[in-house]
């Protein structure tokens, strides 16, 4: 497989070059490569590499490599699902608020369920889970929704039909319900790590007023089952 | 005997200008007889609604089951794979731009039209 040549790929991207050179925006020339974060890439041998791993490298020799965003990590800790969290509970670009009332809560959660375990007696003790990352993630799973509901117009009257849902938008509507129920059906004066633990521990256990958002939702999608052939993909 | 001069009306009315060629023009053309440069949306009564059975067979269990998804576990997945599926042939029907039905979609002729425009004046 010939690179491109060399001359073309220099003309094409003398052509697209900018009057201001981005260093840290989101639009780059396309010959910048994307960052490589995890350490483990880096400290392979060279003989374990395949052939597309090996011509990789080589291609990042010569080219120029994006500047790493800030939520990019190579840490062990990170985990997209809960920055991705974090990034929604975030208000005018406090991350850092956002941030620490994210590991209050994984806080909150590992606390409560430690009280549990101490509590249980000794054949219910492998039952109880006390890894708030695990407890989150199951949380959000169980929250998310299987089929939504879409406005689509025929005849002049909209009909709600039901539609199938792509991953990110199941994600996305599990943590918005669960964060609006936070935000807006508890008392003023919680704190938002004690309601959130509150809620992911109830949405883990199949219970809670997230799991019932999902039940009528899906329930008004099976009224609606025959406006199903209104959809055209 | 010189050849005789009639007046013109004379000659006019024996070709016989008035009867047919001196004429209202019949066609009056409000815009320039030229092809525009895009064609008329045509609505392609395409598709159906993909993963029906799927879905309704995973509503049956739901009813059974008071919407709990753990006895659904089978259907629901099997909705999933059925939904994958009908994305990717949606995802690869889009790039042959549909050449089987015998048409361009209206959208693909208008951006090709728009590369090639008609010439309506020559500078």
């Not at chain 1, 291609?59 to 500047?67: E, G, M, Q, T, Y």
């Not at chain 1, 005849?155 to 039901?162: D, I, S």
């Not at chain 2, 159906?48 to 309704?56: D, N």
């Not at chain 2, 009813?63 to 059925?82: G, H, L, S, V």
Request: glycine letters at 2%; charged letters at 30%; a positive charge.
């Amino acid at each position: 497989m010939a690179a491109p040549s060399a001359a073309g790929l220099g003309r094409r991207l003398r052509a697209w070059l900018p009057r201001i050179m981005p260093v840290r925006w989101s639009r780059y020339n396309p010959s910048y490569l994307e960052p490589e974060a995890k350490k483990e890439s880096y400290q392979k041998p060279l003989e374990e590499l395949t052939e597309e791993e090996r011509e990789h490298m080589e291609l990042k020799a010569v080219r120029p490599i994006k500047a790493a965003p800030p939520s990019l990590s190579s840490s062990v800790f990170s985990d997209p699902m809960i920055s991705k969290f974090t990034n929604m509970m975030m208000k005018s670009g406090n991350k850092v608020l956002a941030r620490s009332l994210m590991s209050q809560t994984l806080e909150a959660i590992k606390r409560k369920q430690l009280e549990k375990y101490h509590k249980a007696p000794e054949n219910e003790k492998e039952t109880i889970e006390c890894n708030p990352y695990v407890i989150f993630h199951q949380a959000l799973k169980n929250c998310q929704p299987i089929i939504g509901l879409s406005n689509i117009t025929k005849g002049g009257k909209t009909y709600q039909v039901p539609i199938p849902l792509t991953d990110n938008r199941k994600r996305f509507l599990a943590m918005k319900w669960l964060i609006a129920e936070c935000r807006e059906n508890k008392h003023r004066r919680t704190l938002m790590p004690e309601k959130l633990s509150q809620e992911l521990l109830l949405a883990f256990n199949n219970e809670g007023p997230v799991i019932k958002k999902k039940h009528v939702l899906h329930k008004m999608a099976e009224a609606n089952r025959a406006y199903a052939h209104f959809r055209w993909w | 005997m010189a050849a005789p001069a009639y007046p013109a009306w004379v000659t006019r009315w024996v070709s016989g200008q008035w009867r047919n060629k001196k004429r209202p023009p019949t066609l009056r053309p409000t815009r320039t007889l030229a092809l525009a440069d895009r064609v008329a949306n045509r609505r392609e009564q395409s598709t159906e609604a993909t993963c029906i059975t799927e879905m309704s067979v995973m509503m049956a269990c739901w009813k059974q089951n008071d919407f709990n998804d753990t006895p659904c576990a089978e259907e629901i997945r099997m909705f999933y794979d059925c939904v994958a599926k009908a994305e990717k042939e949606r995802k690869k029907q889009n790039e042959d731009t549909v050449l089987s039905r015998g048409n361009l979609p209206s959208s693909k002729v208008n951006k090709l039209l728009k590369r090639f425009p008609q010439i309506t004046r020559y500078v």
